[in-house]
C-alpha cells in the first residue's frame, strides 16, 4: 500500500496526494523550516544554516528591491520555501537528473496551494485576499540571497553560482551569522505574524 501521509511537528497528518489546508499551521512550517539545511548542509558553518533563515534574508531583499512592495509580494517572498517543510528542499538537479522535475513542481504547487489557504483563508488584505505575486521580483530576490549566502557559507564561495549576480563590497565584508534552529523559527514566525496582523 502507498503511503503517502506524514506526520508534522505538532502532530497533524498531511496527505502529500491530497494536502487538506486544515492540516496546515504556521508552527508546523516554522519549526521544520528551521531545522532543515539550505545547501543540503554543505555549508562552513557550526549551526546548520536553515531554510527558514533563507526565507527570511529573501523577504528582506524583496523589502530592499521594492521599498513599496505589496503585502502579496511579502508574503509569497516569506512563504517560498514553505512546502519544504512537508516534503523537504529538494534540490532541482535531482528532479532533473531522474526526471522528476514535473512531477516534483506538481507536488510542490499541491502543497504551495494548501499552505495559502491553510495559513490565510481568514486573513483580508486591504479588503481582499491574498493573491500569490507572480513576477520576476521573486526569482532576482532568491538569486541574489544564494549568491549572498554561498559567497559566505560554502567552500567555493559561490562561484559555480552565475557571475551576472555581483554582491557589493557592504555585503562582501559584512559578517554573516547563521542563527540557531529556534532564533531562525522565532524570527521567521514574528515576520509572519507582522505580516497577517
Keep these: 500500500m502507498l503511503v503517502t501521509t506524514i506526520e508534522t511537528y505538532t502532530g497533524q497528518k498531511v496527505d502529500l496526494a491530497k494536502p487538506d489546508h486544515d492540516a496546515i499551521n504556521v508552527n508546523d512550517i516554522s519549526w521544520h523550516l528551521s531545522r532543515q539545511a539550505k545547501f543540503l548542509g554543505a555549508t562552513t558553518s557550526d549551526n546548520v544554516y536553515s531554510i527558514a533563515q533563507h ?3 529573501v ?10 512592495a505589496s503585502i ?6 516569506l512563504l517560498h520555501e514553505a512546502p519544504a517543510a512537508y516534503i523537504g528542499d529538494l534540490v532541482k538537479s535531482i528532479g532533473q537528473l531522474l526526471d522528476l522535475a514535473q512531477p516534483l513542481r506538481r507536488l510542490e504547487d499541491r502543497l504551495r496551494a494548501a499552505i495559502y489557504t491553510g495559513l490565510l ?17 521573486m526569482k532576482e530576490a532568491g538569486d541574489w ?11 567555493s564561495r559561490g562561484k559555480w553560482y552565475s557571475r551576472s549576480i555581483l554582491l557589493d563590497e557592504e555585503f562582501i565584508m559584512r559578517n554573516f551569522i547563521v542563527w540557531t534552529p529556534a532564533q531562525a523559527q522565532r524570527s521567521f ?3 509572519y505574524r507582522d505580516l497577517t496582523s
Excluded: C, W
Design 145 to 155: 540571497v544564494t549568491s549572498y549566502e554561498a559567497y559566505h557559507l560554502m567552500h
Design 59 to 68: 523577504l528582506n531583499r524583496v523589502r530592499q528591491l521594492e521599498p513599496d
Design 121 to 137: 483563508k481568514d486573513h483580508r488584505f486591504n479588503g481582499r485576499k491574498f493573491v500569490p505575486y507572480i513576477g520576476p521580483v
Design 189 to 191: 514566525l514574528n515576520h
Design 55 to 57: 526565507s527570511v534574508l
Design 72 to 77: 502579496d509580494l511579502l508574503i509569497t517572498a
